[in-house]
């Protein structure tokens, strides 16, 4: 039985990775932050997996900013396979709390990367780094592959273009397995409801039901290409699976305006979004991204991986989900 350690278990994509090994057989470990309040609600359908003799999903304490623990931790554990998902992920949060970012985005990579070689695991263990296309910023060349240069334009890409880098080194300097995957934008029902798709799909939701009137944004102009986490999660782990490590653009190869993802949010309620959309400056971003679109076609060779949800189908997707949690919360 392969053993893996996600970071960042609790998020989206940790959530999703987890399902899907799970699925395929493995122990999974998975590190969570000790908080006042739980935050496992992602995590909390897996139950079955935490108890009992077949116990095969096990949560410790930590954090990516404790290098000790970490250390102590992979020497315990001996995983297979690490997959470094944690990080402060909110770009507009980043220009607000920028140390802290850089800390546990950026640094917090080289902690795992020197807690593997601590506990000996250097020619063992395969590693997994949740690159973002965030790196390429201001983009330099359309669309973007695994040699477009980066320009990265947020405390969180300027940390993620750290950690990517630091990924690599380790690979050509101790022959570390470690793959980075250049994530595009990835959304679902699980997205954090303060990034732009959840914030949207979650309003509409509530407009439909009359429980909110109006959605503030910002920027509605931005382009992003824009897929399907639980489709995403499954790159990660074919990235491991490969005779040599390699870096990944996943990605759907098209892009569309926030204004697009809002217009097929309301059309999925048969709503018109212009009747209940205002704009607030407060959600720009000192310095926006204004193109992302990634080209996916060496993922597609090299692991046999494509997209297969659009846009529409996500945002459909992402509102009929967001519609049944309101309808469930009647009931509370």
Known sequence: MKKALITGITGQ??????????????????????????NRGRIDHLHEYEHGENQ??????????????MVKLLYELQPDEIYNLAAQSHVRVSFDIPEYTVDVTGTGCVRILEAIREAGLAKKVRFYQASSSEMFGKVLEVPQTELTPFYPRSPY???????????????????LYACSGILFNHESPRRGENFVTRKITRAVARIKAGRQDKLYLGNIDARRDWGYAKEYVEAMWLMLQQDKPDDYVVATNKTHSVKEFLEASFSAVDLDWQDYVAFDERFL??????????????????????????????????????????DQEKYW
């Not at 990775?17 to 395929?24: F, G, M, P, S």
Request: negative net charge; aromatic residues 8%; charged residues 25%.
């Open 285 to 326: 971003r000192p310095a926006e991204v204004d193109l992302l679109i990634g080209d996916y076609s060496k993922a597609k060779e090299n692991l046999g991986w494509e997209p297969g949800t659009d846009m529409k189908g996500l945002a459909e997707l992402m509102v009929k989900a967001d519609q049944e949690t309101l």
């Open 157 to 175: 890409a300027c940390a993620k273009v750290m950690s990517h880098f630091l990924t690599v080194n380790y690979r050509e300097s101790y022959g």
């Open 56 to 69: 095969r999903l096990f949560l410790h304490y930590g954090d990516l900013a404790d290098a000790v623990a």
């Open 13 to 38: 994509d940790g959530s999703y990775l987890a399902e899907l090994l799970l699925e395929k057989g493995y122990e999974v470990h998975g590190i969570v932050r000790r908080s006042s309040s739980m």
